[in-house]
C-alpha cells in the first residue's frame, strides 16, 4: 500500500486552493476597479475644470462685445469697461492654455481671439465714422462669432474625451466582471471536484465502518471494512478490523466461560429458597427464578403491579438506594402459594451500575406464626398474673397495715415484697398495653392533665431509687400552659419508663436532668442522663419491639428489662398526635424529647 498524504493534509491543501482563488479574485476586482476610478475621477476632474474655464472665456468675450457697442454708442464708461473686460478676457484665455494639453487648439483659440481684438481696435480707431456700425457688425462680430465658438468646440471636444472615458470604464467594469466570474466558476467548479473527491475518499470509508460497527453490535464479529489509504481513516479502518479479530477471538475463548457462569448463576436462583426477580430499569421483569413463579404465577409482571411492593421497587430504581434492611414483620405481603396462605416479606435491593434491581421475597410464615404466638403468649399470661397479682397486692397491704408489730427485718421484707409487686403489675400493666397496640385496640381517655403534676409524680416516684443509687435528679420547669388534653395514666407511665431507664443506665455520682417547657402550640419533656448513651445507628431502633442495645454490641454494663417500653411510650405518644427521639445528652448521655399538641382532638 503506497503512503498517501494525510486526510488533514488533503483538507487543508483544497481549503487553500478554496482561498487562494477566492483571495485573488478579490484582489483582481480591487485592482481594476481602482484603476476605472481613478481613471474616471481624474478625466471628470481635468474636464470640468477646461469646461468651467472655457465658460468663463466664453463669457468674458461676450461682455467685452457689449463694451464695444457702449464705447460706438458713445458712452462715457464704455472704454472703461472695454479694458477692464479685456483684461478678464486674459486672465480667462491664460487659465485655459494653462489647462489645454494640445498645442494646436490654444493656438488657434489665441489667433481668433487676436484677430477680434485687432479688428475691435480698429473699428474703435474709425468709430466716429458714419460706417462704424456697418463695419462692427460685417467684420467684427463674426470674429467674435468664431472666437466663442472655437471656445465651444473645446468645451464639446472635452465632453466628447468624458463620454469616450465613460465608455472605457464600462469596457474595464465589464471584463473585470468577466474575469472575476471566470475566477468564481472555477472557484466553485474546485469546490465541487473537491466535495466529489471528498465524497469518494471519506464517506465511503465512513459508511462501510458505519455499517462494520452495526455488524459487530449485532453480534457478527466477522464483518471487515476495506483500508483505501494509510491516512486517518485508513488507520481507524485497521484499528476497527483489529478490534473485530480481537472480539471475535474473545468470543470463541470465553464463550464456554461466560455459558458457564450464566448456567452457574441460574442453577443459583433455582436453589434459593426465597422468590427472586430481577427487575429492570425499563420496568420489566427479566429473570425469575421457580419460587417466584410459585408465588406471582407465570404473569409476574401483572402480578407484581397488584401488590403494594410495586411502590418500593419504583423508590429503589428511582433512588438507586438501598431501603432499610430492618426486617419487620409487619411489612409481610400475604399471598396463595400452591393452595396455602403463605406471608412473604419484600426486600429490594439495586443492582450495581443501575441496571435495575433485585426483588427477594422471603417466606417469613413461621416466623409471622411464631410472633403471633408470642404476643397470643404475653397476652395470655399477662390476663393470668392479673388475678394472683391483685391476691398478692391485697395480701402485703393488709400486712403493712400491722408492719408496726413487726421487727425490723420483717418489715424489710415486706416492703420489698410489695416493690417487686408493684414492677411485676408495671410490667403485666406493659405487656397487656402491647398487646392492645398490636390489636389497634389502644383506646386513650382524654381528658384536662397537668404536665407539671405528671413530672411531679414521676419524679417523686423514682426520688428514692435515685438516693438509694446515689444519682443526682435536677428538675427544670420551663413556662407551661395549666394543662393539657390527653391519657394521664399512659403519659405519667411514658415520663416514669424514661426515667426508670435514665436510672438503669447512670452510675452512682452522675445525675439525670429532667426538662419540661412549652410554647403556644406544643409541651415538651426532655429526659437526658450522663450514662454510656445509645450509639447513633440504635437511636431510632430503640423504639422497636423487643430490642435492646445491649443485645447488639458487647457491653459490661447490663440491666434487667424487656425492650417493650420505649415501644410501647412511642406509640402512646403519636396516638396522642406527638412525637419522641432519642438523641446524644449534653450531659454525655442519652436524651430522650417528647413533644405533646397542647389541645389534641384524637379520641
Known sequence: MTRTPQLRTRLAIAGLLLIATTVAAGVWSVVAFRRVSAVVSDTVTANQRITDTTSTLSQALEREDDAV?????????????????????????????????????TTRLCADIDAYEQAVDELLAMAQE?????????????????????????????????????????????RSMQIVAAISIG?????????????????????????AVEEIRRGDFSSRVTVYRDDELGRLGGGLNKMADELAEFKRTNIGEVIAAKDTLQATLEALPDAVLVIGNDRKVSATNPRAVEALGPDSEQKLEELPVRAAVEDVLQSRAAPDATVDL????????GGRKRRLLPRVVPIAGERGVVLVLSDVTELARLDEMRLELVAVASHELRTPLTTMRMTLSMLQEHATSYVARDRELVTTAMMGVEQLSVLVDEFLDLTRIEAGELR?????????????????????ACEQARVSLDIKYGELPSTITGDHARLAMVVSNLLSNALKYT??????????SATTDTATIVVEDSGPGVPAEFRERVFERFFRVEHMQESALSSAGAGIGLYIARQVIEAHGGTIRCSGSPLGGAQFTVTIPVDSTID
Do not use: C
Open 330 to 337: 409487619a411489612k409481610a405481603i400475604e399471598l396463595d402459594v
Open 507 to 516: 452510675q452512682p455520682g452522675d445525675r439525670i436532668r429532667v426538662t419540661a
Open 69 to 105: 457697442v457702449l464705447v460706438l454708442n458713445n458712452s462715457a464708461a464704455g472704454r472703461r469697461e472695454l479694458a477692464a473686460q479685456r483684461a478678464a478676457v486674459d486672465n480667462a484665455l491664460e487659465q485655459v492654455i494653462r489647462q489645454l494639453e494640445t498645442p494646436g487648439v
Open 444 to 464: 386513650l381517655q382524654m381528658t384536662r392533665v397537668s404536665v407539671r403534676e405528671i413530672v411531679d409524680r414521676a419524679t417523686k416516684a423514682i426520688g428514692p
Open 187 to 211: 472557484a466553485l467548479l474546485l469546490l465541487m471536484l473537491n466535495v466529489l473527491h471528498f465524497a469518494r475518499v471519506v464517506m465511503k470509508p465512513i459508511g462501510e465502518m458505519t455499517r
Open 130 to 174: 458714419p460706417n462704424a456700425r456697418t463695419r462692427y457688425h460685417e467684420h467684427v462680430n463674426p470674429l467674435l462669432v468664431r472666437a466663442v465658438g472655437t471656445t465651444d468646440d473645446i468645451s464639446d471636444a472635452h465632453f466628447r474625451s468624458s463620454q469616450q472615458v465613460a465608455e472605457w470604464a464600462g469596457q474595464q467594469s465589464t
